[in-house]
């Protein structure tokens, strides 16, 4: 079963414009992570953001975290063609080998 | 891809026939994982390794066993393939809390 489940499925933004992207779970988190997978390649960390965190900046992204609402958003500012992508959440809790569960992803589609 | 190579990268196989896919490090990490993606299912964990010899069951392991015999070497076996195991597999390995990813094997049992 999915821990996470992303909104919207698929997006499709301008070049410039800022594309959000929304992430819900079911179950007390450690952390909540995003990853970038760019078409026929590997899942690519993105950022973490910890339990106790409520929001977190890596350069263009900005992730928020409300636990209370079990919920997450990650922002990308001035978007580029180059940030097409699927990006997916993950959830890591009381496991002890760090098990990730993903949720089923947004495919970003940025025109120029 | 952080020092992670799944073989082979792609495979096509009968029904019924054994399969093992090979993932391989360089990093030395502790933890490495196995998963499978599927359209509108995102990643899903099959098994996972928290050491040498140590493994564990995840989300989707029926039809799945695992063996780690050197810290960086993590082989995914299925033991008689199913139409149903058609998917693209996913080699990771864990530091801390974040995960890095092989390139994928994609598997095609006709």
């Known amino acids: 079963s999915q821990q996470g489940e992303e909104d919207p499925q698929a997006l499709s933004i301008q070049e410039g414009e800022n594309a959000t992207m929304n992430c819900s779970y079911k179950?007390?988190?450690?952390?909540l992570q995003w990853y970038r997978q760019n078409s026929g390649r590997g899942l690519v960390h993105l950022i973490l953001i910890r339990s106790n965190e409520r929001e977190k900046h890596s350069g263009r992204l900005r992730v928020t975290l409300d636990t209370s609402k079990k919920s997450s958003s990650l922002l990308i500012t001035a978007s580029r063609a180059a940030d097409t992508a699927s990006y997916f959440c993950?959830?890591?809790?009381?496991?002890?080998?760090?098990?990730?569960?993903f949720g089923s992803g947004t495919q970003l589609t940025v025109l120029p | 891809d952080a020092g992670i190579t799944q073989s082979p990268r792609h495979k096509v196989t009968e029904t019924g026939t054994p399969v093992t896919l090979r993932c391989h490090q360089t990093e030395n990490h502790r933890y490495m994982y196995w998963y499978r993606q599927d359209p509108g299912h995102g990643l899903r964990l099959i098994h996972y390794s928290y050491g040498v010899k140590d493994t564990d069951k995840g989300e989707v392991s029926d039809g799945y066993s695992v063996s780690r015999s050197k810290t960086e070497d993590f082989l995914l076996t299925l033991e008689s393939a199913t139409s149903s195991q058609t998917s693209v597999y996913f080699c990771?390995?864990?530091?801390?809390?974040?995960?890095?990813f092989g390139p994928g094997t994609r598997l095609t049992v006709t």
């Open positions: 179950t007390s988190i450690n952390n």
């Open positions: 990771a390995i864990g530091a801390s809390y974040e995960q890095y």
């Open positions: 993950a959830t890591d809790g009381s496991g002890s080998a760090r098990q990730l569960t």
